[in-house]
Structure formats: structure tokens, C-alpha cells
């Protein structure tokens, strides 16, 4: 007896419930996404075999750009307000100390510091700004800043101490932060750097 004949039908997929998910998910990305903001302060890092990660907590970062300007960075608004206090009773500067706890980094020198936080923060941009003075031995800000963050962190835990400097930046603006640093007894800090794979061959590659 011969087998009964199954009639052929075509193959239809519904794929309107995938398409569906499809787009569901392309909004959910597309609304979500939050884009990286333009840097205030454009900084080429040199690149280093390096695999530690900077901290993003407890830190201060100091950035050096390719014209040898210098900026502060901290992100503990409590302890900044602090140093706005503390600069206001020393030096009488009159700063706004909520506006100073909110800006995102410091550059400009002391006494123009009242007219750098008028600023928008939107038009604080690293290229206008005239830094702070480190380059001149004689009149070396920094050394003022890093006793201002020493101060603050004392009997505290320290915090992580940064870098960040262009790779077209200039030795003496470098040196003038490192000697900051000696003065106020900071013997540590880490350098900033764009990490990049071990060169094949080498001899850290070979081990």
C-alpha cells in the first residue's frame, strides 16, 4: 500500500513580534544613551603599558595641557566648600562657596579665582582660561593648593593624588607640580596614561 501524499504548503514566519522587540530595544537604547560631554580641557595622554585604573572616587587630579596650564580637580564638594571657606578667611577673596563646590576644576590664579566662577560652567573652556601659575619657582600656586588639599585630608584618609598631563606638555610646568607635591610632603601619586597593549617582542611581552 502505497504512503498517503502530504500536500506541500509554504513556510510562513510571523515576524511581527521580533520586529516589535526589535525597535522596542533600539528606542530603549537610543533614550538611554547618554553621551560623552565635550572635555573643558583637552588633554593627549601619552601611552603606557599600563593595566592599573585610576580611581573615579577620593581623588585629585591635577591636568597639565599641552600650553603648560595647570588645573585642580577634586570630587569631594564637602571638602571643597572647605577650601573655599578656608581661602576666604586667609585670604579674603570672596568667594561664592557654592559655586566653587560645584565647579568641575580650578584654573585660574588666586586672585582672578572670584571672576573664573562668575564664569557659565558651560563656557569654562581650558583653552581660555590662563591656568593656575606653576611654571614660575617664585610664584608657584600649586604649593598653596596642595597645602590647602593636605589640610583638608589630614587625619583622614589621603586621597589618590593624579596626573594628568598632554604629551606635548612642556617640563616645567610638570616640574612646577612635583615640586607642589615635595613641599607639602606628597611623596605618591600616579600618573595619568592612554594604556595600550605589550609591543610583541619585547622583552615584558616575552615574559
Known sequence: MGRAKLPRKSTIIDMTAMCDVAFLLLSFFILTTKFKP???ITVTTPNSVAAKVAPDKNFVL???????????SMDDKQKKETIANTLNTTKNLGLDVKAFAAADFIGAPLAGLKSFLAIPSDQ????ALPGIPAKDSTNNEMTTWMRLVSDVYMGQTAPAYLVKGDNAAKYPAFKGVVDAFKKNDILKFQMVTNPQNVPQGSELYKS
Do not use: P, Q, Y
Open 62 to 72: 591635577i591636568t597639565i595641557d599641552k600650553d603648560g596650564k595647570v588645573f585642580l
Open 38 to 40: 565635550a572635555e573643558a
Open 124 to 127: 569654562r573652556k581650558g583653552a
